[in-house]
């Protein structure tokens, strides 16, 4: 072979190589079985992360999610299947879609929902651009309870557009009304706020939605689907677009994604709503069966009359969420939400009897609170993470001033041992 490509002896193929760069040796360790690679890819992956018990929130959260829905999820006609164009070999994606679509509106207590978007901070957006387009108008209030996560979302969709964002304050961890009812006027497209917000306090919006319809403007909703299990929905306090992070709906953590964002709305709204809605109807034969009824994309309609660019589908995130919420059922819901709720609560009285812990009271919450410490937040996080918990969420990453403060996050996962050992870890760290 050398003699046929031209070369005298197997070095003269490297000679390119310099030197101080050549390898010491091209002596391969020997072969090993499927088995065998595996285990070592495995005892290499381990290296890459701790086992941390995690009490992070922030919008994305710890929830069990039942072996049945990746069991289901993974069944090739669902994780092969893309956007249903055609319904005659499409029935089961969208009978699929049709019962999520169905599911999010019992949940936010709305009248129509859209079969999915991205995830929880572009379906904020989309929300957002929905009010300004339904209202024709080009001002728009954000509680500062929003998260800061998806309003930097909204903020980066709308750099280059000519829509004016004012944020009001948080008062004792809730939306101030004076604030909002002052700059109120017929300039104003919608009102955007959070429950819980991003601080884990919960607030009823009945009258900010009062005083917004008042002055022609719509309230936007981000919402944190788990909490509805017990709290009033936007439904009930009369809200007009409702979106949220779908993640706490049978889908893991995932290193962050791929995730879920719903939206529901009013039916007099439903043709300015971004995505596509699937319907039920019957075919020649009388059958019921299911079609996409609206699809307000550029492909579909002319683009001016468009709604929204988005053209992936996220359906299979959807489908995981209609199986766990099929799998847990009305009464489940209630259940889970009420444990979330309960676990929260015994952690924030353990946490108290913590010399120098703050736990703020002055707003009731569901699974997620804040907490001031005696040390700087991210220090205290950073040391334990050593010790094998993942204690919170330092609110100085997005708020100046908030050095000691973090949000910590309780679900359904976390169990009374667990939080006994996170309490005994902090106060030792805190003592030193």
């Not at 403007?217 to 944190?224: G, M």
């Not at 299979?316 to 939400?337: N, P, R, T, Y």
Request: with cysteine.
């Amino acid at each position: 072979m050398l003699q046929k490509i031209g070369v005298k002896k197997i070095d003269d193929l490297f000679i390119d190589i310099k030197p101080q760069h050549k390898p010491k040796s091209f002596n391969l360790p020997k072969g090993k079985s499927e088995f065998e690679v595996l285990e070592y890819l495995k005892s290499l992956s381990a290296k890459n992360s701790t086992q941390l018990v995690p009490f992070i929130g922030g919008g994305y959260y710890d929830h069990y999610v039942p072996a049945v829905v990746s069991a289901l999820t993974s069944r090739g006609e669902f994780f092969t299947a893309y956007t249903p164009y055609q319904p005659e070999c499409s029935q089961g994606t969208l009978q699929s879609l049709f019962e999520y679509q169905s599911m999010i509106c019992a949940m936010t207590d709305m009248e129509v929902s859209n079969a999915s978007l991205y995830e929880g901070g572009t379906a904020l957006y989309e929300a957002v651009m929905m009010a300004l387009r339904i209202t024709g108008r080009k001002k728009v209030l954000v509680d500062g309870g929003v998260s800061p996560i998806h309003k930097k979302i909204i903020h980066s969709y709308t750099d280059n557009l000519h829509y004016e964002f004012v944020e009001t304050p948080v008062i004792h961890g809730q939306a101030s009304r004076a604030a909002i009812k002052e700059l109120l006027n017929k300039d104003i497209a919608a009102v955007v706020v959070q429950n819980p917000n991003f601080f884990g306090a919960i607030d009823d919006y009945t009258d900010i939605v009062d005083m917004a319809h008042k002055c022609g403007a719509l309230v936007v909703e981000s919402v944190y689907p788990i909490s509805l299990g017990i709290l009033k929905t936007p439904g009930e306090m009369g809200v007009d677009i409702v979106t949220g992070e779908g993640q706490s709906l049978g889908l893991a953590l995932n290193f962050g994604g791929p995730y879920l964002g719903f939206m529901a709305t009013k039916k007099e709204f439903v043709r300015k709503m971004p995505g596509r809605i699937v319907g039920q109807t019957v075919d020649t034969q009388g059958r019921r069966c299911y079609v996409n009824t609206l699809q307000a994309r550029e492909q579909h309609i002319r683009r001016e009359k468009a709604t929204s660019n988005i053209c992936t589908n996220v359906a299979l995130c959807a489908i995981q969420a209609v199986i766990f919420m099929s799998l847990v059922g009305k009464q489940g819901f209630k259940e889970l939400a009420g444990i979330n709720a309960d676990k929260a609560e015994y952690m924030k009285q353990c946490l108290a009897k913590i010399k120098g812990v703050e736990v703020k009271r002055s707003s009731p919450t569901f699974n997620e609170f804040t907490v001031c410490l005696p040390k700087d937040a991210s220090s205290v996080v950073e040391v334990m993470i050593k010790k094998g918990f993942a204690a919170g969420f330092p609110l100085s990453r997005y708020y100046k001033g908030m050095d000691n403060y973090m949000i910590v996050a309780v679900t359904e996962k976390r169990t009374k041992a667990e939080i006994d050992a996170y309490v005994k870890a902090l106060g030792e760290i805190l003592l030193k």
